[in-house]
């Protein structure tokens, strides 16, 4: 696996599932055009992008261009980078037509143009690893931090969640995602340390 400094968005789960086959790399999602009505998940990009930068890597179509220059209206140019796939007419395994402009998306592309789109976007890659070198933050991390699975645990994420300025409906499993992408696991502990 080739891994990624900077967090990359793309439209869904499916692009996501082709991402991670190839990088070891933290991955979000748009939820399509479900981007123009969560402010929440728009102002986690945001953080992302002001921590880690961000690769905004949407399909070649025109719903591919308006979601990314929706995300490029909202956040600093300085904080993104832009991968672009090539336009190959086609359609992905899954779906039984092609898409309305008969392009593939970024789900069906390989592995070749994939990684050549994020050199070409400036994608921070520091070589082919094969495991994780940074500790991740886990479910028994967020139960022994009193954060999940503990009486009042739910009261302490809130606190902690706004304390972060991270959307408040966040499930744990959201929270946990936004931690990894944020904050390192010793990070995480003194956070919770000053700020619960």
């Given at each position: 696996m080739v891994k990624i400094k900077e967090a990359i968005v793309?439209?869904?789960?499916?692009?996501?599932?082709?991402?991670?086959?190839?990088?070891?790399?933290?991955?979000?999602?748009?939820?399509?055009?479900?981007?123009?009505?969560?402010?929440?998940?728009?102002?986690?990009?945001?953080?992302?992008?002001?921590?880690?930068?961000?690769?905004?890597f949407t399909d070649a179509d025109g719903a591919g261009f308006v979601i990314r220059n929706h995300?490029?209206?909202?956040?600093?140019?300085?904080?993104?980078?832009?991968?672009?796939?090539?336009?190959?007419?086609?359609?992905?395994?899954?779906?039984?037509?092609?898409?309305?402009?008969?392009?593939?998306?970024?789900?069906?592309?390989?592995?070749e143009i994939i990684l050549e789109a994020l050199k070409k976007a400036g994608a921070?890659?520091?070589?082919?690893?094969?495991?994780?070198?940074?500790?991740?933050?886990?479910k028994a991390d967020l139960m022994a931090l009193g954060l999940a699975g503990m009486p009042g645990s739910e009261d302490n994420r809130k606190r902690l969640m706004k304390q972060l300025d991270l959307p408040e409906r966040m499930s744990p499993n959201a929270l946990l995602q936004a931690l990894n992408l944020l904050y390192s696991l010793e990070e995480l502990e003194t956070l919770v340390k000053e700020k619960l």
């Amino acid at each position: 696996m080739v891994k990624i400094k900077e967090a990359i968005v793309v439209e869904g789960r499916y692009d996501k599932n082709t991402l991670s086959q190839i990088l070891d790399a933290s991955i979000l999602e748009t939820n399509g055009f479900g981007i123009f009505k969560d402010k929440q998940q728009m102002k986690l990009l945001r953080q992302v992008a002001q921590r880690r930068g961000l690769i905004v890597f949407t399909d070649a179509d025109g719903a591919g261009f308006v979601i990314r220059n929706h995300i490029k209206s909202a956040i600093p140019g300085k904080y993104l980078k832009h991968a672009y796939t090539p336009d190959i007419f086609g359609k992905e395994r899954r779906k039984a037509a092609p898409g309305r402009e008969g392009k593939l998306g970024v789900e069906g592309m390989n592995r070749e143009i994939i990684l050549e789109a994020l050199k070409k976007a400036g994608a921070t890659m520091e070589g082919e690893t094969q495991t994780r070198t940074r500790q991740e933050i886990t479910k028994a991390d967020l139960m022994a931090l009193g954060l999940a699975g503990m009486p009042g645990s739910e009261d302490n994420r809130k606190r902690l969640m706004k304390q972060l300025d991270l959307p408040e409906r966040m499930s744990p499993n959201a929270l946990l995602q936004a931690l990894n992408l944020l904050y390192s696991l010793e990070e995480l502990e003194t956070l919770v340390k000053e700020k619960l």
